[in-house]
């Protein structure tokens, strides 16, 4: 490397070039919040949860593929410039593939490339790996990176060196008045060069103070290194002074200041060695030992101080505390949403950042219309996928070619049109002659809404469209529950990570299990404040979810007026506006709202409250409360919100049902039966049974369902009942 520099061209005036960086960086340290603690010791300080946290960021990123990509159009590879933005949104989503399809461009992955030749070998002493790993350290350990590559004679680069990172060392844009930045330069010792901007990669992470010198988490994070090398001098001198004898010596006889010195002397002589811990001390003169100073790291609460420093770091690094192993109760699950956190919101916004650096300021010298990704694990639920793609087929949602291209797999002959889920036969290739409805059908369809027009399979057809329509509203509920959970994580985190929750864990520091649980007895208003603000909380969802009831309510009330204004034998004043402002409408409206909103809050309130004590009973730090708030919430945001959704969305949908059938005046005119799912739990397969289209009620009373009583699905008292029900009415004519 010493070699590569000492080559490396000069450019303009060189003693000029440094007068300038050093008057453009007068009076400003680049020292973090603490001027008086200069960054030699902070890299001094690259060890333990430091060295954990880079270590763990700079092999993550080194074991990630980095892909080349270009676009075609029309058989032409063109710029990406016109939808860059949609692009990076697209690949945070990962979209990609449906940001293409918009935009009717095709995404190449290019195999073959210098550059990738470069990454592979990108100096004669290094590999991939290696040098990405010292790209990620530099970067985490100073805020920026200074990667200089020698161009050939076409202005491509060659190689690729990292500036080494030492205690000294520095890599800094030069500013220019004209240009505003001309070249770098890098000082190590006696090394002094002067590099053009164009061989030089300069990557940095933005720091408030000058837009010249990146800002790493270690130079922010001064005040936690602070209380640590506080904490290893202080241990160091109290074993080095035998702090932890402090026996306090009392006798009646005057002595001299040469005999204390000579007594002082004889005991360090028998007790003051760590090889005589534990060994008896004899004295003479009349000495007593009257009792122990100073304090014992229990007594001062060390191990919370540096929980707290070290929770500082972890947290400037984004790093949880479980992915380096400072949790033991890390399950498989919580590890899986762990790596799925660490990559999202640690490593995505990270290799996001080096790949804008390489599109903008290295891949146009090869070519500006190429991009490249760093491939990062995909964290999709693949039961879900699967189940999803298996109903969008089942029911003709997709064809098999349009599932098939979401997985980027080439279309097959037989792959376009939907199969149909009774005898799995292909729409179109039934004989035309064999799809004629048969007479006696055609006579069962004119008497109306009888029991004989209730066949097993209209029923299962009926439910199965019911199942399709309710599937696309509950997306309404989910949207709704995963961004009230997404806001109270972060409002009961930032309460937990602020003075409350230190407070408290501060407070029960050395205390026995008993003990603490007594001091959360007692202090249970401490503990709330941390918590959601449970009636501000019922407020807020009740508001917010009202317009997703009314929307699902409409939706469906329409849908039931347009299916029934086809029965010729009903006559009804038929109206398509579904009218959710009746009083009948408002009034379930407003007893399902605070009933929805008064549970869901409870619920979510006390499994806050549970973790919190849970916790603090145990006395972990903080790190591991908010490891374990954030694996409630992700489980709230993945399940919880989904069952939620489909219970208030199968209850809406089917009490406007009824509304709808009511409004235009048939209560009289029909009644209603049961069609339960085809999964469903025994109880409501017996209520099917029990009401069927032969043993239709009216429209007023209501099903007996094991020990609930309801009017419609989802519309009782007992959540065993009513929770995750997907059944449905139908009707049948008086």
């Keep these: 490397m010493e070699a590569v520099l000492k080559e490396a061209p000069f450019y303009g005036d060189t003693k000029a070039a440094t007068q300038l960086v050093s008057s453009t960086y007068s009076g400003y340290t680049g020292r973090g919040v603490a001027p008086e603690l200069t960054y030699r010791t902070l890299v001094d300080s690259y060890k333990s949860w430091v060295y954990i946290s880079v270590r763990k960021i700079s092999m993550t990123v080194a074991s990630l593929p980095l892909s080349l990509y270009a676009y075609k159009r029309g058989g032409k590879y063109i710029h990406s410039h016109g ?49 990405w790993r010292q790209i990620m350290m530099r970067l985490e350990l100073t805020g920026s990176v200074g990667i200089y590559t020698p161009l050939n004679r076409l202005g491509q680069p060659v190689q690729m060196w990292v500036l080494p990172l030492t205690k000294d060392g520095s890599v800094r844009p030069i500013p220019d008045r ?69 026996t306090h010596f009392t006798t009646d006889q005057r002595l001299t200041e040469e005999r204390v010195q000579d007594m002082v002397k004889e005991i360090k002589s028998q007790w003051g060695q760590l ?119 089942k029911y003709g949602f997709t064809t098999i070619n349009e599932e098939r291209a979401k997985e980027g797999r080439e279309e097959v002959a037989w792959g376009d049109e939907p199969w149909m889920p ?86 029960l520091a050395g205390w026995s299990r008993s003990k603490r649980e007594k001091w959360l007895k007692d202090h249970k208003q401490r503990v709330e404040e941390i918590n959601i603000n449970r009636q501000q909380e019922v407020e807020s969802l009740r508001e917010k979810a009202y317009p997703v009831y009314v929307e699902v309510m409409e939706k469906t009330g329409e849908a039931r007026l347009r299916e029934l204004s086809g029965v010729k034998t009903l006559k009804a004043a038929f109206d398509y506006d579904f009218n959710v402002n009746d009083p009948e409408v408002q009034q379930w409206l407003g007893e399902r709202l605070r009933k929805f909103s008064s549970e869901v809050t409870g619920t979510t309130f006390d499994a806050i409250d549970k973790v919190l004590r849970e916790s603090f009973a145990e006395g972990v730090g903080i790190t591991s409360v908010s490891d374990r708030l954030m694996d409630m919430f992700s489980a709230a945001e993945k399940s919880r ?37 085809l999964d469903a739990r ?13 043993r239709a009620i009216d429209l007023k009373e209501n099903f007996l369902v094991g020990q609930d009583s309801m009017p419609h699905p989802g519309g009782g008292t007992q959540a065993e009942e009513n929770i995750n029900c997907r059944c449905t009415l139908g009707y049948v004519e008086a």
């Design 178 to 246: 004209e240009q505003v930045m001309n070249g770098f330069k890098y000082l190590e010792g006696d090394v002094d060069r002067t590099f053009d901007q164009e061989e030089m990669l300069y990557i940095q992470y933005p720091n408030p103070a000058t837009p010249y010198e990146g800002m790493s988490a270690l130079k922010a994070q001064t005040y936690p290194y602070d209380v640590d090398h506080f904490l290893d001098k202080f241990l160091y001198y109290l074993l080095k002074n035998n702090a932890f004898t402090g």
């Design 83 to 131: 939808f860059r933005s949609e692009l990076k949104a697209a690949k945070t989503s990962g979209d990609v593939k449906l940001l293409c399809k918009e935009n009717d461009v095709e995404r190449v992955k290019i195999d073959s490339h210098p550059f990738l030749d470069l990454l592979a070998r990108p100096n004669p002493t290094q590999v991939r790996s290696a040098l």
């Design 641 to 677: 919100a989904p069952m939620i959704a489909r219970t208030e969305t199968i209850s809406a949908s089917n009490r406007a049902d009824l509304d709808a059938v009511d409004q235009i005046g048939l209560s009289g005119k029909l009644k209603k039966f049961w069609i339960n799912q």
């Design 275 to 393: 090889s005589n811990t534990g060994t008896p001390i004899i004295t003479h003169s009349g000495f007593k030992a009257d009792k122990q100073i100073g304090y014992n790291l229990h007594d001062l609460m060390i191990d919370s101080v540096e929980t707290f420093a070290r929770d500082k770091m972890l947290a400037g690094y984004d790093v949880p505390a479980g992915k380096v192993g400072l949790v033991k109760d890390v399950n498989r699950a919580n590890m899986e949403i762990l790596n799925e956190t660490f990559m999202v919101e640690n490593i995505r916004p990270r290799v996001q950042l080096i790949e804008e650096y390489i599109e903008q300021f290295m891949l146009p010298k090869y070519d500006d219309r190429l991009t490249c990704d760093f491939e990062l694990p995909d964290f999709r639920d693949k039961e879900f996928d699967i189940k999803e793609r298996e109903t969008n087929l």
């Design 422 to 507: 009774m005898n799995m036969v292909q729409v179109g290739s039934v004989p035309e002659s064999s799809s004629t409805p048969e007479p006696k059908r055609k006579a069962v369809e004119r008497k109306g809404l009888t029991p004989d027009f209730w066949t097993s399979e209209r029923k299962a057809n009926y439910w199965n469209q019911f199942k399709i329509k309710t599937e696309e509203m509950e997306k309404l509920f989910v949207k709704l529950m995963r961004d009230v959970f997404s806001r109270q994580r972060k409002e009961v985190l930032d309460r937990l990570e602020q003075s409350k929750g230190k407070q408290i864990i501060g407070n």
């Design 682 to 694: 025994d109880t409501h397969l017996h209520a099917g049974e029990r009401y069927d289209e032969n």
